[in-house]
């Protein structure tokens, strides 16, 4: 990572640099935080000789070399003073809840625009929904490109950022073209690397928010760190982090719930973490308790699936999506208690 000494680096200033990295077959990605520009390297920054042409560079500042596997979600990295944002809120101030359908019915789209009042008066600063599903069965509903008006039109009616799932390139720039604010990759995508480092190169330099889902079948926390840094290092650091429970599932529920994970995630990078206690549960009676969880681990806020009559939904709803009279009780309680989380300090990870 390389610092500059003022606020970027001029154009002149970034080629010398680019010259001096390719003598060692390494490359730049430049990241705009929210305080300041930083340059993330790709490639081996170890060369002894390399940091030192750069570092004699009147016009760097330093060259940062982190040794953990992810370098720019590290808690130490030059983007832990970046904020993500989304709408007029900023992840890590409070606790912020994303609400809404599991899967935007197109032949239904009143529920959908209901349920975008309803949550935004419950208190939710964020309307999810998807468009486009992964569906374990090819048979099952898969999505339509419909649904995204209707996403955008409750957007415009409400005021409200949006979020949906892309799973592919055409996806993305669909939904950079529409102007969704929050593009969620998916658990299954999660170890789809290919997938995200279009999702950073494509969102790079915009203000567009990228929720990660941990990936099912991962394991260890750095593992969920490191797919995190694909996006960020193809030039996007407004990356949330959002546990959604793993396999095996614990006996009773859909998944194995991972919001304990919260504070060890919170130990080694400074990436806001958003919960997502629906698929975690999968019951829409188990969620308030997950979601109480998530907030008492330190969590910066929820994803919930909720809808106005979650019986007449698809894809999830009908099983997992809690009521907005849920949800705004919900809210309430996990802020009180995420309120009494703040006096307690996470321990920062060393490596
Ligand atoms: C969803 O949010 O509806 C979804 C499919 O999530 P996940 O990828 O976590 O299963
Ligand atoms: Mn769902």
Redesign the pocket.
């Known amino acids: 990572m390389i610092l500059p000494r003022d606020k970027a680096f001029s154009t002149n200033q970034l080629s010398e640099v680019e010259a001096i990295l390719a003598d060692y077959g390494c490359s730049l990605t430049v990241i705009a935080g929210t305080t300041r520009t930083i340059y993330a390297i790709s490639g081996d920054e170890r060369d002894e000789e390399m940091v030192g042409r750069i570092e004699g560079l009147e016009f760097v500042e330093r060259f940062d070399r982190i040794q953990a596997p992810y370098r720019l979600m590290h808690h130490a990295s030059d983007l832990s003073s970046h904020r993500v944002r989304i709408g007029n809120v900023v992840l890590g101030e409070g606790f912020h809840v994303i609400a809404g359908q599991?899967?935007i019915d197109p032949r239904n789209p009143q529920y959908f625009l209901e349920t975008a009042h309803a949550v935004k008066e419950a208190g939710a600063v964020a309307i999810?929904g998807?468009v486009w599903?992964?569906r374990t069965s090819p048979n099952a509903y898969q999505g339509d490109d419909k649904a995204l008006e209707i996403l955008i039109q409750a957007r415009a009616q409400t005021g409200l950022p949006v979020s949906t799932?892309v799973m592919e390139d055409r996806h993305l720039q669909v939904v950079m073209d529409a102007g969704v604010d929050i593009i969620?990759?998916?658990?299954?995508?999660?170890l789809n690397y290919g997938l995200l480092k279009q999702v950073g190169r494509g969102t790079a330099g915009s203000k567009t928010v990228v929720l990660l889902?941990?990936g099912?079948h991962m394991g260890p926390v750095d593992e969920f760190l490191c797919a995190a840094e694909y996006i960020a290092a193809g030039g996007n650091p407004n990356v949330v982090l959002?546990p959604?429970?793993t396999k095996p599932e614990l006996d009773g529920y859909r998944n194995f719930p991972d919001e304990s994970i919260t504070p060890l995630l919170k130990g080694r990078s400074w990436a806001p973490v958003v919960v997502?206690p629906?698929?975690s549960v999968g019951k829409a009676s188990l969620v308030p308790f997950a979601s109480l969880a998530a907030a008492a681990y330190g969590a910066d806020g929820l994803?919930v699936?909720t809808h106005v009559c979650g019986s007449k939904g698809i894809?999830?709803d009908p099983k997992q999506s809690i009521t907005p009279a849920v949800l705004a009780q919900l809210i309430r309680d996990a802020k009180e208690i995420h309120s009494r989380t703040l006096g307690y300090k996470i321990p920062l990870s060393k490596a």
Do not use: L, V, W
Request: with cysteine; charged share 35%.
């Open positions: 599991c899967t999810r998807g599903k992964p799932e969620q990759i998916g658990t299954r995508n999660a889902k941990r099912m959002c959604r429970g997502d629906s698929h994803n699936e894809g999830d």
